[in-house]
């Protein structure tokens, strides 16, 4: 089991930045990533952290202005978001597994076990 608290949600003006973090704890994680769902959206992959593989991806609508990393040495995970733009307004979600295959198949959603909350990030324009 793995427990994901998720921090740092605000509302911002376009072109400016957030950093999300999510605090993890009980059993470590093959890997963790970030997920958004926005208003009559889908939720949709962002960002993945898989240090097994030294993976760091971000997905096309987010590449270049969202960068995803960990704290060394714990499993604190970040999302640093730049430029933001008012079709990034979301509830993100952080998630967890324990299951390779997921990894390898984000950002499909389904095998990401644990799931936090969520922090809602609002961008106007």
């Known amino acids: 089991r793995v427990d994901l608290v998720e921090s740092g949600g605000d509302s911002v003006q376009a072109g400016g930045s957030l950093r999300l973090s999510c605090a993890a704890s009980g059993d470590i994680p093959e890997c963790m990533a970030w997920f958004r769902q926005g208003p009559g959206k889908e939720r949709e992959g962002v960002a993945l952290?898989?240090?097994?593989?030294?993976?760091?991806d971000v997905t096309d609508p987010v590449k270049g202005r969202f960068a995803i990393s960990q704290d060394s040495g714990s499993t604190t995970l970040h999302l640093e978001m730049t430029t933001l733009k008012p079709e990034d307004t979301a509830l993100y979600y952080c998630t967890a597994t324990t299951l390779r295959y997921a990894c390898s198949e984000w950002p499909n959603k389904s095998g990401f076990t644990y799931w936090g909350r969520g922090t809602q990030v609002s961008v106007s324009s």
């Open positions: 952290f898989w240090p097994a593989r030294a993976r760091r």
